[in-house]
């Protein structure tokens, strides 16, 4: 599956954006579907994820209250809704797949290229 990620920008602090993440191929609804995130000079963490379905999602405590990801498996499309930002909020933002829920870094198989979002103080 290949993943391409967008929608990321400069946003003050307390907005909202959406970034989302489109796939290719015809398995998408096979694969968990996971939002890192990586702030220069810092490791790549997992923000949120979502299994199969949609049904089951995980928030690193970090975002909890304020992000929200979710999938279309018929439009093979995963987006990571996020309000009330703060200026730690800033990295790039890369979709990820993979077969294991929420898994970690290395049990996403397929990354897409990151876009990045800024949260101005």
Not at 20 to 46: H, I, N
Not at 79 to 85: A, P, V
Not at 101 to 116: A, I, K, L, R
Request: glycine letters at 14%.
């Amino acid at each position: 599956v290949q993943l391409q990620a967008f929608g990321g920008g400069l946003v003050q602090a307390g907005g909202s954006l959406r970034v989302s993440c489109a796939a290719s191929g015809r398995t998408f609804s096979s694969y968990v579907m996971g939002w890192f995130r990586q702030a220069p000079g810092k490791e790549r963490d997992l923000v949120a994820s979502i299994n199969r379905s949609g049904g089951n999602t995980y928030y690193a405590d970090s975002v909890k209250g304020r992000f929200t990801i979710s999938r279309d498996n018929a439009k093979n499309t995963v987006n990571l809704q996020m309000n009330n930002l703060k200026p730690e909020d800033t990295a790039v933002y890369l979709c990820a797949a993979g077969p294991v829920f929420p898994g970690d870094e290395g049990m996403y198989s397929y990354w897409g290229q990151g876009t990045e979002l800024t949260v101005s103080s």
